[in-house]
């Protein structure tokens, strides 16, 4: 195997099929990535059972020819490079990388134990890269962060009609965002759906972020137990975990809420000043009300704060619910819209946040909402 690239192709390849890898593996190979040179191309990836990633780069390719070596390892060497080509070769059991008079030596991971490449599920539809990789972040931050409940830390994806609906809970918070889904015209009947590993996915989404539109795949049935993206450039895949998400429809009904309506950034602003004497685990406290305010505290016996904010409260004369603030932070972190409209039905019950859209969106779907519960005891 030898072949020369330019450094940033080479650095922009085996960073995305990196994203893979797992942190740490008890099977050295698991921690490879596998490149293989052909005439014109260089091909990156890397698989470790639950993930597999794939991108390529143009390269002048002077002997075909395929290598492992530890894929972190070869990222760190990619980033300190100097610029221009490099010239990459497999010298007995060992591959070299040099460029601008620089000149690394990684010692080879054996290919006969590398796990062989998964064969992807078909592609069922499309969908704006760009869109749901913003999509994701929405959604993920209400996803859980035990792996001792890998169902949970997950994203759901259920592709519906012309629909693409993603949601995360960790049963204290729901996240639920959709977007435009275009099926393939031959794709199988049914709709796509699957839960997959919330910190992946983010990773993916991220890396396919600028590729324009992005494929996803999954077998009728969900046989393969896979998942797939395809994108200009990169193909991956995340494997399915055990269970299911409980479903958002029932939780989203509220039954006559209240409904309160608040500036985005000064609420924002106001949770990071109060909650600064929030003990851990314990919780801020709204009270919103019929004269156009809403009360903000947190603390108990020496150390309290508190700030008021204007709100407009209809369908009570006064409301009050409390949240853990950093999970109240991280709901309002999702938004773009200035304003922000509250769904309440009291203390201890679910609270519906959703973005008020601006006088030039007001014809505009609802597609992004974020459901919190309140704590039942309030100080």
């Known amino acids: 195997m030898e072949f020369t690239i330019e450094r940033s192709a080479l650095a922009e390849a085996v960073a995305c099929a990196a994203r893979s890898l797992p942190a740490r593996s008890a099977v050295p190979v698991l921690g490879g990535l596998l490149l293989d040179a052909r005439t014109g191309r260089l091909r990156v990836s890397g698989f470790d059972h639950e993930a597999f990633a794939e991108t390529g780069a143009p390269a002048d390719t002077a002997a075909e020819g395929r290598v492992l070596v530890l894929g972190r390892r070869l990222a760190d060497i990619c980033k300190v490079l100097p610029e221009g080509r ?16 620089t000149r690394f030596g990684l010692s080879t991971l054996p290919l006969e134990e590398y796990p062989a490449l998964p064969a992807l599920p078909e592609i069922r539809g499309q969908v704006d890269a760009a869109e749901f990789a ?9 996803a859980g962060r035990d792996d001792s409940l890998p169902v949970l830390t997950g994203v759901r994806l259920r592709a519906h009609g012309d629909r693409l609906t993603l949601s995360a809970s960790d049963r204290y918070r729901y996240a639920v965002r959709s977007l435009p889904w275009k099926p393939e015209p031959d794709a199988a009947a049914d709709d796509l759906e699957a839960v997959l590993p919330g910190r992946r996915l983010t990773d993916l989404a991220r890396a396919a ?49 209240s409904v309160a309506l608040v500036e985005r950034g000064p609420l924002g602003e106001a949770v990071r000043r109060v909650g600064v004497v929030a003990e851990p685990n314990s919780p801020i406290r709204l009270d919103f009300s019929a004269d156009g305010r809403l009360l903000l505290q947190a603390g108990y016996e020496d150390d309290v704060a508190s700030q008021r904010i204007p ?37 201890g019950q679910r609270v519906l946040l959703s973005g008020v859209p601006g006088d030039e969106d007001a014809s505009r779907e609802v597609t992004h909402r974020h459901l919190l519960m309140s704590v039942r005891q309030l100080a």
């Open 86 to 101: 490099v010239a990459c070769a497999l010298e007995g059991s060992r591959f070299t990388v040099e460029g601008g008079g």
């Open 134 to 142: 913003v999509a994701v972040g929405q959604v993920v931050v209400a």
């Open 209 to 257: 972020a600028r590729s324009g539109t992005l494929r996803p795949g999954l077998n009728a049935g969900g046989g393969s137990g896979l998942v797939s993206f395809e994108a200009a450039g990169l193909r991956s895949a995340l494997r399915l975990p055990e269970g299911r998400l409980p479903r958002s429809d029932k939780l989203f009904a509220l039954d006559d809420p």
């Open 311 to 347: 709100a407009a409260l209809t369908g009570a004369p006064e409301v009050s619910v409390a949240f853990n603030p950093q999970y109240l932070l991280d709901a309002l972190q999702t938004f773009t819209s200035d304003r922000i409209r509250f769904e309440l039905l009291g203390p």
